[in-house]
């Protein structure tokens, strides 16, 4: 993000009104090379092709913020990649990783974030690149990282992932310890090594899957520990499957932003999280912002503008990323209808 948009963004957190609704979107692989024009693989395997991607995407869009900026990632493989998963990288589709099997917890690695899996590429890509996006007049503004539930989930396989939870409570305790360790590692080593970090955005889908009780137990302390670990400003949950129970814990996480699915209003959100955290949302990434015309997104727009009366504290987004395919028009159209009714 350039200066002005993160001052913006530090006046939200700390409960300031702006002058305009600001719109932002989570981008990262799924859509830039697409977008770009280049293959998926071409995207990672190229921190050239990667700069200026991004940089495009920037420079394409001046009047929105795109979050969390200059994303150094290698799609689902990043984090399970060092704690030794095998990774699958098709051409022109999303990478994975496959499942550690057979898995036995108590033999699973401590990474090291500074030497392990692909974290020192993705480190050396932005220090290789960090003095041209500060010349394009941007900072690397956040660490990012994978939640301890959706790691456990490729590690071990979601299915498999979900039933120990259920029968075997203590060994799961025990494997997010392991990867909540981990999470803070390599959050804490990112912002060591760019001084302008002052956020952190985690990333976790499979949060949304449990009951309250499983939350309170398994969820809570885990991100709860994240999120102090770094003492940033900016403490940004990415959440776009379930995320009612979600909402209503913010608070106690230490969460003050907030991504999740569109198949939740506004106001619906904005009652269970309160008043302080900012909510990034709410348009269907899919079906409406990369499948529609710009017609339906700007309908889309004005329907989530209607859900809620109060619309400070609000990021105008996607519930989720931005979605493949999603075209100039579409984000354009999102942007005209959010600016014109401001």
């Known amino acids: 993000m350039n200066d002005s948009?993160?001052?913006?963004l530090i006046k939200l957190i700390e409960r300031k009104k702006l002058n305009y609704k600001p719109t932002g979107f989570i981008i990262d692989s799924p859509w830039l090379p697409g977008w770009f024009g280049i293959s998926t693989i071409d995207y990672y395997a190229s921190d050239e092709l990667w700069l200026k991607a991004n940089l495009k995407a920037v420079n394409t869009f001046p009047d929105t913020w795109f979050l969390p900026g200059f994303w150094s990632e290698y799609g689902m493989c990043t984090e399970p990649s060092a704690f030794g998963t095998r990774m699958v990288f098709p051409e022109y589709?999303?990478?994975?990783?496959?499942?550690?099997?057979?898995?036995?917890?108590?033999?699973?690695?401590?990474?090291?974030?500074?030497?392990?899996?692909?974290?020192?590429?993705?480190?050396?890509?932005?220090?290789?690149n960090e003095k041209a996006i500060n010349n394009a007049g941007h900072r690397i503004r956040f660490a990012v990282a994978r939640g301890p539930f959706n790691i456990a989930s490729f590690i071990m396989g979601t299915t498999e992932f979900m039933m120990a939870l259920a029968l075997d409570p203590d060994g799961i305790k025990k494997l997010l310890g392991k990867i909540t360790v981990f999470i803070c590692d390599w959050l804490s080593w990112q912002k060591e090594c760019f001084d302008s970090i002052d956020g952190v955005l985690l990333l976790d889908d499979i949060i949304g899957f449990v009951g309250e009780s499983e939350?309170?137990?398994?969820?809570?302390?885990?991100?709860?520990?994240?999120?102090?670990?770094?003492g940033t400003k900016v403490r940004f949950l990415h959440n776009d499957a379930e995320g009612l129970i979600t909402a209503a814990h913010l608070g106690e996480m230490g969460v003050n932003m907030f991504n999740f699915s569109f198949k939740h209003t506004m106001k619906e959100i904005r009652d269970l999280a309160g008043p302080d955290v900012i909510l990034v949302g709410n348009i269907a990434p899919r079906d409406i912002m990369a499948s529609g015309k710009p017609g339906q997104v700007e309908d889309a727009v004005l329907k989530a503008l209607g859900e809620i009366s109060r619309h400070d504290n609000i990021i105008w987004s996607t519930g989720g990323g931005m979605a493949p395919d999603t075209k100039d028009e579409n984000i354009n159209a999102f942007i005209t209808t959010v600016r014109n009714n401001s």
Do not use: C
């Open 5 to 8: 948009s993160w001052d913006d």
């Open 93 to 128: 589709e999303f990478p994975y990783a496959e499942k550690i099997s057979p898995f036995d917890i108590n033999e699973l690695p401590q990474p090291n974030v500074k030497t392990d899996g692909l974290l020192p590429f993705m480190i050396k890509r932005l220090k290789n």
């Open 215 to 230: 939350f309170r137990e398994f969820v809570i302390p885990h991100i709860k520990k994240i999120f102090k670990v770094t």
